[in-house]
């Protein structure tokens, strides 16, 4: 730079003006290059295996061989994935219907204040740092078949008549997994729900209630159109969530049994680090990126349609 | 009876006890309000809890007492036998055999450096988000946005390649650099909220007193965002102390292992020693809880304003 400030000068708008922007690149290139490298290699790399022939042999030999849309194609073929991506739809969209259930009405219960009202909000946060690892040891002792709470509180109130094996039997272990994945996600929903209803317009409420609305019509005309946007930003962001969530399954099920809870990402996981099929691995890693990208602009659109209002 | 056939003076009689009939009715319904609110509240805090109320009354239940049908709520003796034997304490059940402590030790590394370098990279980027204009600021801000919703699975093989070539496979340091990209974008997200919120004629004063951009910013600006440092900081702690997926794949040598793999192979090792994994769980969970416990309000703050708004 030709323009060198001696310290104790006030610089000239034109030299702080660049300098200015120098010390701003200069600022973001640590987080930058380090977030292009720790992320952003990886995501090109996945892409690019997934072109790949890459397997435990072109490892060893170190021959890879580009081979277009193979992986694709077999991987739509395999019946497997077809079994996971059913999986992964039926585990995000159940997770998401409670959870976000379950958070709005907690978040309108919460909106007005009662007694012990704030400690029973905290209360029901406590949850939502947990690592999932605690949360699913913690379920898989509650599914227990012999010794597990769900079951005993089930038989107790009549609902079965007899424990379940909650978790070795193919036809329970999805809601269970679900279950699990519900009560980690209502924190977040809570939260982020409790934020949208408590910006509502009160006065909107009082008129509805002079006109004779009940609570349900309040919800569904009021309260509902009025969040769409924060709505519609949970609900993309419980998608993206939902549908890579990995650690819990694993360590509840491992996507078993056989693959009865085999989603996506578990799926990725094995066809890498037990079948050592990597290119194959990448294209359901990609196509699962592309599925999330989708939530990720119905996100983006649904967050800066809010700033405009 | 017909209210048209009745006079005026009649009719404003009626309708002048039905308003009454009607705040009375208002009055009532804002007490069972109130009460209905308080019971659901009441029995939403009830259900949600149970899962760690039973993992810590497990946790010090002795062994007959486990495997009591019907299931014993509160301990009657309480042991903390299981809680030695999960940190590799003598107990009297030698068979257990837990290297618990060295897990710890190897998570409260993996989780401390995560923090300091997640702070320490995220500091002067998110600064200059907030204080500069550059080219190519909007694209860093989506792809912050958006590189938080990445599966964690389709890093961990790229990563991998990654880390065997350049030798980091089998240290703390992979993990390490890992857990900080999966905190560092959420970290600066709600780092530039609390640049944004201090005036920047704090700033300019010290600039014109000759003080470089490095020193406005520790000496001014850092110590008005304390309370943001600290929330940020316990956030990225939290995400290495808990994270799994990629602990699972780039350590393979035993002494490496943090806690969440501890607890993962506890599970498969002895499955039947429900107190000691409990315990286990417990101190594992432990930070988390008490975490959002002081940090609450940040926590909310932080994530309503990083994500809806």
């Known amino acids: 730079m030709a323009f060198q400030s001696t310290g104790n000068n006030i610089p000239t708008p034109k030299a702080s003006f660049s300098r200015e922007k120098l010390t701003a690149y200069l600022y973001i290139l640590p987080s930058g290059l380090f977030l292009l490298i720790v992320l952003g290699f990886p995501i090109l790399y996945s892409i690019f295996m997934s072109f790949q022939k890459y397997t435990l042999e072109t490892l060893v030999s170190r021959q890879t061989e580009f081979i277009w849309f193979k992986n694709y194609s077999d991987v739509l073929k395999d ?49 939502w740092q947990i690592p999932s690892v605690v949360t699913g040891t913690l379920f898989l002792f509650l599914f227990n078949l012999d010794y597990g709470l769900i079951n005993f509180v089930l038989t107790s109130l009549r609902l079965i008549s007899e424990p379940i094996g909650w978790i070795v039997q193919s036809d329970t272990a999805l809601p269970a997994v679900i279950i699990a994945n519900i009560w980690l996600g209502i924190p977040f929903n809570l939260i982020l729900l409790s934020a949208g209803v408590s910006g509502l317009p009160e006065d909107v409420y009082e008129a509805a209630t002079v006109d004779g609305a009940n609570g349900l019509q309040k919800l569904i005309y009021i309260t509902i159109p009025l969040l769409k946007s924060t709505i519609l930003a949970v609900l993309m962001l419980g998608f993206i969530y939902t549908l890579r969530v990995f650690d819990l399954i694993w360590i509840i099920t491992k996507g078993g049994p056989g693959s009865a809870t085999e989603v996506l990402p578990t799926f990725a996981y094995r066809l890498s680090f037990i079948n050592f099929n990597f290119g194959r691995s990448s294209a359901v890693s990609v196509i699962m990126l592309l599925l999330l990208l989708g939530g990720a602009i119905l996100y983006l659109r649904a967050i800066t349609k809010e700033e405009r209002l | 009876m017909r209210e048209t056939s009745l006079d005026p003076t009649e009719r404003f009689a009626m309708n002048f006890v039905r308003l009454i009939q009607f705040v009375r009715h208002v009055m009532r319904m804002r007490e069972v309000e109130l009460a209905l609110r308080f019971t659901i509240g009441l029995v939403a805090v009830a259900i949600y809890l149970m899962p760690l109320f039973w993992m810590i009354s497990t946790s010090l239940k002795s062994q007959t007492e486990i495997f009591q049908t019907p299931p014993v709520l509160v301990p009657s003796d309480p042991q903390i036998d299981s809680y030695r034997s999960a940190l590799g304490l003598p107990t009297n059940r030698p068979e257990l055999y837990i290297t618990g402590a060295l897990y710890f030790k190897n998570s409260f590394i993996i989780a401390s450096s995560t923090m300091l370098l997640t702070l320490l990279l995220a500091v002067p980027a998110a600064y200059a988000l907030s ?61 530039r909220t609390s640049f944004i919120q201090i005036p920047e004629a704090l700033e300019e004063a010290g600039l014109i007193d000759g003080a470089t951009r490095l020193q406005v910013l520790w000496y001014i600006v850092l110590p008005l965002i304390k309370a943001s440092l600290v929330a940020v900081g316990v956030f990225s702690f939290l995400t290495a102390w808990g994270e799994f997926v990629f602990a699972l794949s780039f350590l393979a040598k035993p002494e490496l292992h943090p806690i969440s793999i501890g607890v993962f192979q506890f599970i498969g090792m002895y499955k039947t020693q429900w107190d000691t994994m409990m315990a286990f769980s417990t101190l594992v969970a432990i930070p988390a809880i008490v975490a959002l416990l002081f940090l609450q309000r940040q926590f909310i703050s932080g994530l309503t304003s990083g994500s809806v708004k």
């Not at chain 1, 976000?100 to 978040?107: H, Q």
Request: hydrophobic letters at 60%.
């Open chain 2, 131 to 191: 204080r500069f204009n550059f080219h190519g600021k909007t694209t860093f801000m989506l792809f912050l946005l958006v590189s938080q919703m990445l599966p964690a699975v389709l890093l961990v093989i790229p990563l991998f390649v990654l880390f065997k070539m350049f030798s980091l496979y089998n240290t703390h340091l992979s993990v390490i650099l890992a857990d900080t990209a999966l905190a560092l974008p959420f970290a600066i997200i709600i780092l």
């Open chain 1, 79 to 127: 019946p497997a994935f077809t079994n996971a991506l059913q999986h992964s739809f039926v585990f995000t969209i159940a997770s998401i219907f409670f959870q976000f259930t379950f958070g709005l009405g907690l978040a309108i219960l919460f909106n007005r204040a009662f007694p012990l009202s704030n400690i029973m909000r905290g209360l029901l946060l406590s949850g």
